[in-house]
């Protein structure tokens, strides 16, 4: 039996090991257009983690005339100037790995003459992207609402404190849905603030001391559904600690979005869209989570585990507690590194 739980352990910490919350800094390309000529300054700063940075390809009609090459802490930044023989506006750029992506994503940033600014998040299986041509405000609502679903499903932090949250507030009762909805929605409401708070530059904190309480945050909830005390302050008023909590991460989404930049003319759609885009990423991972419990319970066990929810909580709990764990450590470290 001993040899059985210590197997347990380091397959947890195998899977701990290899999972990326979105903290895994992306690989991040900034394209500047220099005032209104087709020169273009090009900054690509990419984790030292993945070795080789990639490739960029600009248009046809594009030359690189200078390119400087330096190491800054935990990265690999490359700053170059292109002279295209046409403005990029509505054109083509590609990306190419010279090694495989080990499941980054890329955020590319076009800032034009006029303050006009184009973004998108590159999924680890996507190396092409049509800069648009021109900025309207139903392109930048959707661009900005997937550029949020996108987000919320690369980061895997913010769906396993979901997560918790749903078997903290979703534990046997009559009012379980309602406490589900309301503790969501608490979520949210406090992300939003945040997010929209740091976003526009008003409240700033430092990402990394961000992100490992972000951490710290996961740890709290795996321990908390590992301990299954309903007669704690956790389970008692799940909605309050949601809204603490969500203060905090929508810090982290903010930190993408201003990674990402925000368009100068349609700013207050972009900001909506994003965060719409969040919360329905969010809703379809909590709807996900349910489907598969009940096909599970169902169709696979034929509602034998029935009644024996604790024993999935307590699992989950173990799971999300070693990950974040390690999160934790990570984060922390990186954090006393720079400063």
């Not at 690999?76 to 980054?104: E, K």
């Not at 661009?143 to 949250?165: E, M, P, S």
Request: with cysteine; hydrophobic share 50%.
């Amino acid at each position: 039996m001993n040899e059985r739980r210590i197997l347990f352990f380091w397959l947890l910490l195998l899977f701990a090991g290899s999972a990326t919350g979105h903290d895994a800094r992306p690989i991040s390309i900034a394209i500047t257009q220099q005032a209104e000529s087709p020169s273009y300054a090009v900054r690509v700063q990419t984790p030292d983690a993945i070795g080789a940075p990639p490739n960029l390809f600009l248009p046809d009609g594009c030359n690189r005339t200078s390119e400087h090459r330096v190491w800054v802490p935990g990265s690999i930044l490359d700053q170059s100037v292109y002279v295209c023989d046409a403005v990029i506006d509505g054109r083509q750029i590609a990306i190419r790995f010279p090694a495989p992506n080990p499941s980054l994503s890329t955020v590319l940033r076009i800032s034009l003459a006029g303050g006009v600014i184009h973004s998108t998040i590159l999924g680890p299986g996507e190396e092409r992207w049509l800069i648009p041509a021109q900025e309207e405000a139903g392109k930048v609502a959707a661009q900005y609402a997937w550029l949020g679903i996108k987000h919320i499903w690369f980061g895997v932090d913010h769906l396993l404190f979901v997560l918790c949250l749903l078997f903290i507030a979703g534990r046997s009762g009559i009012k379980r849905w309602r406490r589900v909805l309301v503790t969501v929605s608490g979520f949210t409401v406090a992300h939003s603030v945040t997010l929209v708070l740091s976003a526009l530059g008003i409240v700033v904190l430092p990402i990394l001391a961000v992100e490992a309480v972000i951490a710290l945050s996961i740890v709290f909830l795996g321990l908390e559904l590992v301990r299954g005390d309903e007669a704690s302050w956790t389970y008692r008023y799940p909605q309050s600690v949601a809204m603490s909590f969500g203060l905090l991460h929508g810090f982290g989404f903010a930190s993408v979005l201003r990674e990402i930049g925000l368009p100068q003319t349609e700013l207050p759609v972009a900001l909506l869209s994003f965060n719409l885009g969040v919360e329905l990423g969010q809703v379809s991972f909590i709807a996900l989570m349910v489907l598969s419990g009940w096909l599970v319970q169902g169709l696979l066990f034929n509602g034998r585990f029935r009644g024996r929810e604790d024993t999935a909580r307590v699992f989950a709990g173990y799971l999300v507690g070693m990950v974040s764990s390690y999160w934790l450590i990570d984060r922390t470290l990186a954090f006393w590194m720079v400063t």
